[in-house]
């Protein structure tokens, strides 16, 4: 069994408000869960407007499979939300 964590930071630079933050972590997180059966949650800056930190969490039989789908978790945000700037990700595994 092998354990995968990434660690997403993320800018919301037209974002003001911890209202419409929640939103768009919201659609992140659910859309993450869904499309790749990962846990994801907020896991650092929730009182900031413009900054959040993602954990995101793959059990796999083989490293290769829960890193590559980590890789297309950080892939799928980038791409698919273009209001949101991608600062900096971090993936490790564990055996």
Known sequence: MHVSV?????RLP???SLK?????I??????????YKVSVA???N????????????CVSNHRR????TLANVVKFVAQNYPDVELLSSEIETFP
């Open 6 to 10: 990434c660690q997403i930071k993320l």
């Open 14 to 16: 037209e974002n003001h």
């Open 20 to 24: 419409g933050k929640r939103q768009v």
């Open 26 to 35: 919201k659609s992140i997180t659910t859309r993450l869960q869904n499309r």
């Open 42 to 44: 907020e896991v650092d």
């Open 46 to 57: 929730q009182n900031l407007w413009q900054l959040a930190t993602l954990g995101v969490a």
């Open 65 to 68: 499979h829960a890193d590559e």
